[in-house]
């Protein structure tokens, strides 16, 4: 299991400093998409089937955990069962403060507020499992992340007639 280096914490607890923060974020280069294509939903609510994608780096106790040696990222992803009990899940990220979602796995995967959703009949059912990615991943791992993981993914997804996807960032 992945333990937070003294360095690790030293980052983290740098990079809440609002000035820091918003010059690292001033000089970030994000990727751009101009040909995401959009479409309407077909049917209502209730009758979607619901899909989570995070890149908290959130997985199941007894998965392998995201590779955290590589400065480079790990563009693989986790599935997480949609009936997955909370107790069951660990982050293993080091890019962000996740001491609240530690305590609260609903931050980075609202699974239970989902279910709460459904319960009410307010949405539809979720799919099967639910994804979950590192953030954090920079090149030469993002073309790996873009053209496998996050394919292989949707492929799955598209094949279990997902609706809906609801992407949860860190």
């Not at 299991?1 to 918003?22: C, E, G, H, Q, S």
């Not at 974020?25 to 989570?52: H, M, Q, R």
Request: aromatic share 10%.
């Amino acid at each position: 299991m992945y333990k937070k280096t003294l360095l690790d914490r030293l980052l983290v607890t740098f990079f809440r400093i609002p000035a820091i923060k918003n010059y690292w974020a001033g000089s970030y280069d994000a990727l751009v998409f101009n040909d995401i294509p959009w479409t309407k939903l077909e049917k209502p609510l209730p009758e979607c089937k619901i899909v989570l994608i995070t890149t908290g780096g959130i997985h199941l106790k007894s998965d392998k955990e995201f590779e955290l040696s590589d400065p480079y990222g790990d563009s693989t992803f986790r599935r997480i069962p949609n009936n997955t009990d909370i107790k069951d899940l660990i982050i293993t990220h080091k890019y962000y403060d996740h001491q609240d979602a530690d305590r609260d796995p609903n931050l980075v995967l609202p699974i239970e507020v989902l279910k709460e959703l459904q319960d009410e009949g307010a949405v539809g059912p979720s799919n099967k499992y639910h994804y979950s990615f590192m953030g954090h991943i920079e090149e030469p791992h993002l073309k790996t992340l873009i053209q496998k993981s996050a394919v292989e993914a949707a492929i799955e997804i598209q094949q279990q007639k997902v609706d809906i996807a609801l992407l949860v960032p860190a």
